[in-house]
């Protein structure tokens, strides 16, 4: 009895005459016709027919014979094995013949990766392969010994992890376990396969979605005036190791860290620029936008060791938190970790020099940062270096008080003012002058706030007025007195204490602005974390940045990190305090804390205090003084006998409950002086209700 079935009949794959012969090497000499040929249909009928054998499919009056079919698949392999035309297609010769000669491959694995491309390519030398079931390493050693007419040691020897397929990456076999012949022979990326059958091209084109030439640089070493220090070493250190210089050495490496849009890759470029290098950048997503895993980023990076250690070259391998960086979650660990030992042994023996580029240093092992020969943090550019990058980015769009506004703001990186400024130069005639500076400004805010930091305006409220008058202010010192004295020392160490409003943080604005020193104000909130270690951090970082910028540094509510050690109830708390005394005493700038709980703050912290100033409530006559001149400022008629006198019975009045009242006046105008007064009464009244005792307590 014969079985029939309804098949669709799709036209033969044309197979390249030595995948053709391949095929039938699987299916005679290697036994993969026991699954193709079943005793009453093929198990695979697109590869019967791309054999010759589509008769017993379609032909309906013919029935199916397995014996017959068998003896016709070995007369079908007699005649390939006599057929002296068994090329591979030539574009595919051609081009492992160039990469041969990149990384000094061998006439056999060379064959080798020709057949493993096909073996990627061609869906029906695949189908054939997989007759042959699930292959162990050795078993993968005879199979390929067979098919390519090889004697099973060069073929065990040209898959070592010793030879040029392993080191290059271009071939991995998978010896964890037992698969398919295509599963266990790995090309290097997705594409490879396509890209050396398809291309007639460079070899550095093949490997385009793995490592690829970088964008040209659009910076120079210049643009980096705040890494002086650091390129003083980097850049003749480079230029000693490079191929081709006098000196090339193996193991160089350098790990450059940095927030997001610190401008490390700009920096990678700048140095290959400047020391006349190709740069390669190591591919960390494929040709679709897809994220390339850790693992076969560090085969691309491997490839690209043996592609360029004869030219002139440096690697960038970016965002290397891919590899290096431990998870922790469940246990899990880095592809570094659990290729510790290559790891180590490839920092220590790359032939091209690599600057590895990440975010953080944190959670890397130190055992990998000690094999690194610099470790370069990228900080954010100081002010200046920030407005000349911005002029460069979007001086055309923006007006200078705007360009200002933006070179204000740390946390702006200059890749989202790059993407800001395209949007607005393509509808550039939709917008006037002082339109277009507005949207690049209320683009660039809008992005810095999904980032999750403060838009551009942030800082408005804390603006120093244009009439202020530290005189109004009641300190027990003399503080215009204190500014000659600061200004020819340019250092000094003060802490400005009171209760509220009293004005000790719009002082610390004004000082900036009379030392003409860029402001650098923090808040207990910003430097304050959760994790342990990390207030540490953030407040050596503060500080780091306050002397490379040469700003002025003040730290509001500094009584959150150095309260009484006495007190301290866990060892984070102590270590907090001993890391802000550290830094106080190493700083050589000026430094201005605040706080409102004096009477907490640690005993030797207030020993290193050059100046302890006390900010005090206004005295009746600043009061009034400062009355008069918010009447005047709102067009109203200046306080009477009655005002005055009501003035004089408030006893906790400050500065800032006059901001208070500006900022109110916005949105509910002030129409007499009267009102002023009541509204200052209603503040004082606050002020005395948090003082008393609540509740049952009273």
Known sequence: MTVRRRRSRPAPQELA???????????VPLGGHRDLVGPMCFSNDHLARALG??????????????????????????????????KVPAILHANVARLAALVGMSDIECRILEFATMLHHERILDDAAETLGNLSSPKIV???????????????????????????????????????????LDLLSNRFADSVVGLDADPISLLRDTVAPSAPARLTLGDFPHLEQELAILRPYLERTVSGSD????????FVYGAPGTGKSELARALAAELGC???????????????????????????????????????????????????????????????AWINRTLEQNRVPTLWLSNSIDGIDPAFLRRFDMLVEVQVPPRSQRERILQAACGDLVDAPTLARMARVETLAPAVVDRVASVVRTIR????????ARAVAWLAGRTLEAQGHAGLDAGDAARLPSDYDPAILNADTDLAALLPGLQHARSGRLCLYGPPGTGKSAFGRWLAEQLEMPLMLRSASELMSKYVGDSEKAIAQAFRQAEREGALLMIDEVDSFLRDREGARASWEVTRVNEMLTRMEAFGGVFIASTNLMDDIDPAALRRFDLKLRFGYLRPEQGLLMLERQCAAFGL????????????????????????????????????????????????????????????LA
């Not at 005459?17 to 299916?27: D, K, N, T």
């Not at 190591?282 to 690209?304: H, K, N, T």
Request: aromatic share 6%; proline share 3%.
């Open 17 to 27: 005459q030595a995948s053709r012969l391949w095929v039938l090497r699987i299916m």
């Open 53 to 86: 054998l589509g008769d017993w499919i379609d032909d309906d009056e013919r029935d199916f014979d397995a014996n017959l079919v068998k003896k016709r698949l070995r007369e079908l392999h007699r005649q390939a094995e006599n057929d002296l035309d068994r």
């Open 142 to 184: 005879d199979v390929l010994a067979t098919l390519l007419d090889l004697q099973p040691d060069a073929v065990r020897d040209a898959l070592g992890t010793g030879g040029v397929l392993a080191r290059s990456g271009l071939l991995n076999i998978d010896r964890a376990i037992s698969g398919s012949l295509r599963s266990k």
């Open 247 to 254: 000196t090339p050495r193996q193991g160089v490496n350098v």
């Open 278 to 340: 190709e740069l390669f950048e190591v591919a960390s997503e494929d040709e679709d936008g897809d994220p390339v895993g850790g693992e076969r980023r560090l085969r691309a990076y491997r490839a690209a060791q043996s592609f360029f250690d004869r030219r002139r070259a440096l690697l960038l391998f970016d965002e290397v938190e891919d590899v290096f960086a431990d998870d922790g979650m469940f246990g899990q660990r880095s592809t570094a970790q659990r290729r510790k």
């Open 429 to 436: 005639d939709q917008f006037d002058d002082a339109g277009a």
């Open 637 to 696: 008629a200046g306080p009477g006998a009655h005002e005055q006198a009501r003035m004089h019975g408030l006893l906790k009045l400050t500065p800032g409950d006059f901001a208070a009242l500006a900022r109110r006046h916005r949105f509910a105008p002030f129409t007499a002086c009267a009102q002023l007064v009541t509204a200052l009464e209603q503040e004082c009244a606050l002020k005395r209700g948090r003082q008393a005792s609540i509740g049952f």
